[in-house]
């Protein structure tokens, strides 16, 4: 018998949902699907109400762009950071891993991707204008390019420096201790660590 056709409509639908999650191959949507499927209809409702409030209240900050609840988000509103510094990351997960590294006092400017002309994404699909309108405000002194050491980060970091060079802002990014390929995410506290004090002028 077809698999599709011992599997019911229902369950065959959440296990193309949860398929089309980042990171999650089809024998591992099978078995979140068959698992949620046997929880209790409360433990069910409960992730269903968890992922519709989470749609419904995060949003993005005004200054930085990372996911937030409130506006401007946590880290922008804090009087402790140093709103001089602004490091650029490519993802939100990567504010975490640098937050980990407990060295870090300034602020975030999150871009959601990095240059990829091979699958379309050019500099408008980045939130690279809104970061060249923080610095042509005057108030920041240093940007740290924080991009995933690849190819397409490093284009991202050259677009970056070219256009931000009209303002006289310094222009670093992370120093090499980090290996090449890996994603920041991933990376131990350590290793950010000093990647951040050792970080280089452009």
């Known amino acids: 018998m077809p698999e599709s056709l011992a599997t019911p409509e229902p369950i065959q639908r959440l296990i193309e949902a949860f398929h089309r999650l980042p990171g999650i ?3 591992s949507a099978q078995r979140l ?6 929880t209790s209809p409360q433990e069910a409702e409960s992730l269903a109400r968890a992922i519709v409030e989470a749609r419904e209240r995060i949003h993005y900050c005004s200054r930085c762009v990372n996911l937030t609840e ?3 988000c946590a880290v922008c509103a804090d009087p402790r ?3 001089s510094t602004i490091c650029v990351v490519e993802q939100p997960l990567d504010v975490l891993a640098i937050e980990r590294s407990g060295i870090y006092r300034g602020v975030y400017h999150v871009l959601h991707g990095i240059l990829n002309p091979m699958e379309g994404i050019g500099p408008e699909h980045l939130h690279i204008d809104a970061l060249v309108a923080r610095v042509a405000g005057g108030d920041v002194r ?3 390019m924080a991009t995933n050491p690849s ?11 070219r256009v931000l060079a009209p303002h ?3 222009v670093t990014r992370l120093a090499r201790g980090l290996p090449s390929g890996a994603d920041l995410e991933y990376a131990d506290t350590m290793t950010l660590a000093r990647a951040l004090e050792g970080r280089q002028e452009l």
């Open 33 to 38: 699907a068959y698992h949620l499927v046997r």
């Open 142 to 144: 240093e940007v740290i």
């Open 81 to 83: 950071r140093d709103q």
């Open 168 to 170: 006289g802002v310094r």
């Open 70 to 72: 409130r506006d401007p």
């Open 25 to 27: 191959g089809p024998k």
């Open 151 to 161: 190819l397409e980060g490093e284009a991202t970091v050259m677009y970056i420096q």
